[in-house]
């Protein structure tokens, strides 16, 4: 994801879940607890899952990621294509094509901290959002290509020189085993940082699979509701159904996102909703599910960052004036965003993205 704004114009909400302390009121207090942080979520120290992976279950993983290779039904595009030798729906063959490799500071402040989120944007995407806010990465084939064991090298090189908190890999979906033999190489040369596997949530169980054990931070955008919705904008079918299996499987494998006491996330699951123009009642469906099928402690970024981009607000080939997807042409606005934010918290979730009220990061 690009640069992500945080909540604006929302009150602190404060959990019912825990005791309230009746101190003396001072006015050097905060009145404003980073509820994040409370336990069970605060963990003393972390070691990522791939450090623990036995070197059996390494070689078993490096074993389905080549098999995947050779015959990648690995998404819900299920093209069946060998892609040593062709590329399927998302474009990409057995090496990656990577757009950018660097520190960022676009992501939610707990995983970007100070040094900021290493974060690998892969070119090409098993989706096709008329709206992406990465068009010129996800829809066309730029970028450098690199072996998993190159990929590997760059992991440890934004360890050891950016000094990072994570290594982010931005829209991994449609190059997973790729993904697996690149962390199974950076392992054997020193990565020591979790990994965050930022994904639109097309994935399948076949993938959620390969990744366990090797994923610390399952990031998924759940993008809309409706099958009408994802059929015409994202260009899928049932897209909800196949987020809502794989953001259950994510949450059986790392649970509720946890943080060390420097306020930096290490394991768990957040789940981003991006609020669109006129969608907000998808969005309301949405909150209401993490709330009911997954978890009221789920940690969640409801984003108002929507802008037209690739083919939104274009003009219709050969009408004249008239504009493409025009009912999604435009920001959201704060009705919306109030919407998705109520329910959310009528639905007895808690645990919320916010802006800081200060001007640094909210950790
Ligand atoms: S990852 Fe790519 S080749 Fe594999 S099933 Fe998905 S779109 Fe097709």
Known sequence: MRPSLSLRGVPPFHSPRLPTLSLPRSPILPTHRNLHLAPPFLLDTYTPRYQLLSSIDAARKRSLAYSHLSNCNLCPRLCSVNRFKTTGHCLIGSNVLVNTIAPHFGEEPCLQGHNGSGSVFFSGCN?????????????????????????????????????????????PEHVVPQVALAILAARDMGLKVPIVYNTSAFDSMASLELMDGLVD??????????????????????????????????????????????????????????VMPGKEEEGVEIVRWLSGSVSKDTFVHIMEQFHPRAHVGKKR????????????NRAVNEDEMSVVVKAAKEAGLWRFQEAARHDGFNI
Request: one cysteine or more; proline letters at 2%.
């Open 127 to 171: 989706l096709r959002c008329v709206f992406c806010q990465n068009h010129d990465i996800a829809h066309q084939r730029n970028g450098m290509e690199l072996s998993p064991e190159e990929l590997a090298e760059w992991m440890v090189k934004l360890q050891d020189v950016g000094g990072v908190h994570n290594i982010n890999m931005v829209t």
């Open 317 to 328: 080939r050969g009408s004249g004036e008239e504009k493409r997807y025009a009912d999604i």
């Open 217 to 274: 931070i399952y990031l998924p955008d759940f993008k809309v509701w409706n099958d009408s919705t994802s059929k015409r904008l994202l260009k899928a079918d049932n897209y909800a159904e196949h987020a809502r299996e794989s953001i259950r499987e994510m949450y059986r494998q790392v649970g509720d996102l946890c943080f060390t006491g420097d306020g930096i996330a290490r394991k768990g699951v957040l789940v981003r909703h991006l």
